[in-house]
């Protein structure tokens, strides 16, 4: 598989995302629903920590992609949703490491959403993988 990433402009590389994948040669394909800091009753975990919520559901989304043996770099696409994108923000030095670390560097959408499924959950990582 060859991924080729486009970037006519560098602005979003500082958040360690790219305008655009393009991928030759991908097998698989791999649509992850939305991961969240959600213990496996579904229960959600760290509530009213956004960094601690994007690094739990982060982990999920990394347990997903291994059961499909895939790892982060196999990432093409994150969705990113959150209650509060001005927090998400203002804390984006410290989230942006979390997935970049694990050397994924996809295309993204941030979207701002009223809720999550639980009112305790501030963030959601939607994700497309290919290999």
Same mark, same amino acid.
């Given at each position: 598989?060859?991924?080729?990433?486009?970037?006519?402009?560098?602005?979003?590389?500082?958040?360690?995302?790219?305008?655009?994948?393009e991928?030759?040669?991908?097998?698989?394909?791999?649509?992850?629903?939305?991961?969240?800091?959600?213990?496996?009753?579904?229960? !959600?975990?760290c /509530?009213?920590?956004? %960094?601690?919520?994007?690094?739990a559901?982060?982990t999920?989304?990394?347990?997903?992609? !291994?059961?499909?043996?895939?790892?982060?770099?196999?990432?093409?696409?994150?969705?990113?949703?959150?209650?509060? %994108?001005?927090?998400f923000?203002?804390? !984006?030095?410290?989230?942006?490491?979390?997935?970049?670390?694990?050397?994924?560097?996809?295309?993204?959408?941030?979207?701002?959403?009223?809720?999550?499924?639980?009112?305790?959950?501030? %963030?959601?990582?939607? /994700?497309? /993988?290919?290999?």
């Open positions: 598989m060859e991924k080729r990433v486009v970037n006519p402009t560098p602005w979003l590389q500082h958040f360690n995302l790219n305008h655009g994948i991928v030759k040669g991908g097998e698989r394909t791999l649509y992850l629903s939305g991961q969240t800091a959600s213990a496996a009753d579904g229960s !959600a975990m /509530a009213g920590d956004l %960094v601690a919520q994007f690094a559901a982060w999920n989304l990394k347990d997903a992609l !291994a059961a499909a043996d895939m790892t982060p770099a196999n990432i093409v696409r994150l969705n990113m949703y959150t209650t509060d %994108v001005d927090a923000m203002a804390a !984006a030095d410290k989230l942006i490491p979390i997935f970049a670390a694990d050397g994924a560097q996809p295309v993204s959408t941030l979207l701002g959403v009223t809720r999550l499924y639980d009112p305790a959950i501030m %963030v959601e990582l939607e /994700a497309t /993988a290919v290999a």
